[in-house]
């Protein structure tokens, strides 16, 4: 059973930084494809960013493109996201998710059922604030 665990949340300054880590236990990550998923108060969840398990195609959503990294190191068994110029709108719960089906890994979709199928994390709170 694969099991996630992000880190790396917490309270920062507008036009701050954080790095948010994912990590797995219980299964090796090299055939999962990864995806950072966001949900605020009250707004649906919202995929951001996905890497999928040979590193080839990598995603992000508009509204991160530019100032958010996704990246990964099987050997660690980590996937990392990287959040620079940060704003209040990226304030939310931010989760990982790991998933292997053929579609995700072809396309890195930053939506669809596939994610429903696959594995989460617990989210880690993100608060961007003056």
């Known amino acids: 059973q694969l099991e996630l665990v992000e880190s790396g949340g917490g309270l920062v300054q507008p036009g701050g930084s954080l790095r948010l880590s994912c990590a797995a236990s219980?299964?090796?990550?090299?055939?999962?494809?990864i995806g950072w998923f966001r949900q605020a108060p009250g707004k649906e969840r919202e995929g951001i960013s996905c890497?999928?398990?040979?590193?080839?195609?990598?995603n992000y959503a508009d509204s991160v493109k530019g100032r958010f990294t996704i990246s990964r190191d099987n050997a660690k068994n980590m996937v990392y996201l990287q959040m620079d110029s940060l704003n209040a709108e990226d304030t939310a719960v931010y989760y990982c998710?790991?998933?292997?089906?053929?579609?995700?890994?072809?396309?890195?979709?930053?939506?669809?059922?596939?994610?429903?199928?696959?594995?989460w994390g617990q989210g880690t709170q993100v608060t961007v604030s003056a």
């Open positions: 998710a790991a998933a292997n089906t053929i579609s995700i890994q072809t396309t890195c979709a930053l939506r669809g059922a596939s994610w429903s199928l696959g594995y």
């Open positions: 890497i999928n398990s040979s590193e080839r195609k990598i």
């Open positions: 219980g299964v090796a990550l090299d055939d999962f494809a």
